[in-house]
């Protein structure tokens, strides 16, 4: 199975290749991609000169184009595209359908993924975007469960890339607009979700208050540890209840239902986490490169050590199993 790893900067993506990452996945320093913050990501020279380095230690690159172009200013969009070509990138990773055609009428050669942010979740909608676009690969949201997948599996020959690890988005990716109701900024459309200059920390009494965009989104005492405000992990008052409403502020980990991908038909593996250290990035392409060449030897998959890299230091495997449904 093909290892999907995320690199936020050149650093990252050379150290992901000599980790043993099968495909690299990053984007252009604008908004034309879903991690668009500050310090991260690839100007153009940079884009070339790393898909050349992954080329020549065997490894592959995507490049993610994912968000939706503003209406009038399509050519941005459209040049991400042209430029992701000329650096010899493997495929590009799109979510608007105008983009899509324009990938499929005016660069043809050039290898089409489905992005995760058009949270295409069944077999119907995946065959329609491989007839219209030539989609050759889906990144599919992350809230179906396995037997789910094996379904779409059976009724599509579209490739499917699922995340195993890094943050969990609790949406259906594309459609949320919590953030921009904070913060004036969309995931969808800038690329920011709950962007760093809209957070700040304050400290009065021995509380210490996460906020994003004017919102408390945590309250911690003294000597605790305050997670990063995002909305749909923050805590919430709800009638009687209060707490992580949503979903608490912990990371996917899905390392051990390698096998139930792999037997549901999952072509690739996808990491999360382009925002994340070149140290990061390594540990677990190591972690999840032992996992499935174990797999493809018939071997036990070995159990890692990533819970002190995730967020919270916990773990869960989210809607795989629907325990929070």
Known sequence: MEIVCPAGTPAALRAAVKAGAHTVYCGFNDETNARNFPGLNFDRAEMREGVAF????????????????????????????????SSRADAVILADPGLLDYAARVHPGLRRHLSVQ???????????????????????????????????????????????????????????????????RSPNMNGVCSPASHV????????????????????????????????????????????????????????????????????ALKIEGRQRSRSYVAQVVRNFRKAVDALAADQPIPKGMLTYLSEGQATTTGAYKKTWR
């Not at 992954?54 to 430029?83: C, M, Y």
């Not at 119907?124 to 809230?143: E, M, Q």
């Not at 579209?158 to 949320?176: I, K, N, P, S």
């Not at 210490?208 to 909305?231: F, K, M």
Request: aromatic fraction near 8%.
């Open 54 to 85: 992954a080329h020549s230690h065997g490894s592959k690159v995507l490049v993610a184009i994912n968000t939706f172009p503003r209406a009038g200013d399509e050519a941005i969009w459209q040049s991400a595209v042209s430029d992701a070509e």
């Open 200 to 267: 700040v920390y304050r400290e009065d009494d021995g509380v210490l208050d996460a906020r994003l965009g004017g919102y408390t989104i945590h309250r911690v005492g003294a000597g605790e540890s305050a997670p990063y405000p995002t909305l749909c992990k923050g805590c919430f008052n709800a009638g009687d209840k209060a707490g992580h409403l949503f979903e608490d502020p912990v990371s996917l980990n899905a390392e051990q239902l390698i096998p139930q991908l792999k037997s549901a038909g999952v072509t």
């Open 118 to 184: 058009a949270a295409a979740a069944n077999a119907d909608v995946i065959n329609f975007y491989a007839r219209c676009f030539g989609v050759k690969r889906v990144v599919l949201p992350r809230v179906l469960s396995v037997p789910e997948i094996a379904a779409i599996n059976a009724e599509t020959e579209v490739e499917t890339e699922v995340f195993v690890f890094g943050g969990l988005c609790v949406m259906a990716e594309g459609r949320c607009s919590l953030s921009s109701y904070a913060t004036g």
